[in-house]
């Protein structure tokens, strides 16, 4: 099974400030087919259903501010929110959709300060 | 406008049984390969089980496997969960979703319980 490593458990942030977060793989999450990482980011707000933000590593979903983005390929990969609003107040995690089981990262939980 | 409705949750005791049901709207469902994930009260996400579009294979968690069943009725647009011996860990939010280019609409959720 492939393990996912997800950093930091938690931060706290002013509104305008940037957040990283990391999630490493424990094998390369980059396809030789079509050379796509297999790599999503999702959002969950408090009391809600997660929201796909990013996907295929780098790809935003519809509809997602740019201040989101996504980054990296084989093991490491970060998720960057520049620009942070009191509405991204959020878990956020990491997932591998590359081979099953499918494997979420702990999650990261984002405050505002 | 794609919608993933869950149903049939609930308390259950200790090695029964429960079938979760997700209707699904707004897009071809018989297109699109779907999943169960789950979340534990205050814990992270758990992928649960997979199914092809057409039904014809499906992927377990180690820890579900043999008993849980994933199924789906096409005609009807709808995923099922079977839950059978049912344990205390199991107790969860379970998530309907659809799997895109991966894991892209989540439906509101079925609250799970297994408790005596």
């Known amino acids: 099974d492939i393990v996912m490593t997800q950093s930091p458990f938690s931060l706290a942030v002013s509104e305008g400030e940037m957040v990283t977060i990391n999630c490493k793989s424990s094998?390369?999450?980059?396809?030789?087919?079509?050379?796509?990482?297999?790599l999503a980011w999702y959002q969950q707000k408090p009391g809600q259903s997660p929201k796909l933000l990013i996907y295929?590593?780098?790809t935003r979903q519809s509809g997602v501010p740019d201040r989101f983005i996504g980054s990296g390929s084989g093991t490491d990969f970060t998720l960057t929110i520049s620009d942070v609003q009191a509405e991204d107040l959020a878990d956020y995690y990491c997932?591998?959709?590359?081979?099953?089981?499918?494997?979420f990262g702990s999650g990261t939980k984002l405050e505002i300060k | 406008e794609v919608q993933l409705v869950e149903s049939g949750g609930g308390l259950v005791q200790p090695g029964r049984s429960l079938k979760l049901s997700c209707v699904a709207s707004?897009?071809?469902?018989?297109?699109?390969?779907m999943t169960w994930t789950r979340q534990a009260p205050g814990k992270g996400l758990e992928w649960v089980a997979s199914?092809?579009?057409?039904?014809?294979?499906?992927y377990y968690l180690d820890s579900v496997k043999g008993r849980f069943t994933i199924s789906r009725d096409n005609a009807k647009s709808t995923l099922y969960l079977q839950m059978n011996s049912l344990r205390s860990e199991d107790t969860a939010t379970y998530y309907c979703?659809?799997?895109?280019?991966?894991?892209?609409?989540w439906g509101q959720g079925a609250s799970v319980t297994v408790s005596s």
């Open positions: 997932l591998q959709h590359y081979s099953y089981p499918l494997t």
């Open positions: 295929y590593a780098s």
């Open positions: 979703t659809r799997d895109g280019a991966t894991v892209d609409a």
């Open positions: 707004g897009f071809t469902f018989n297109n699109y390969w």
């Open positions: 199914i092809t579009n057409t039904g014809g294979s499906t």
């Open positions: 094998q390369s999450l980059l396809s030789s087919g079509n050379q796509k990482n297999y």
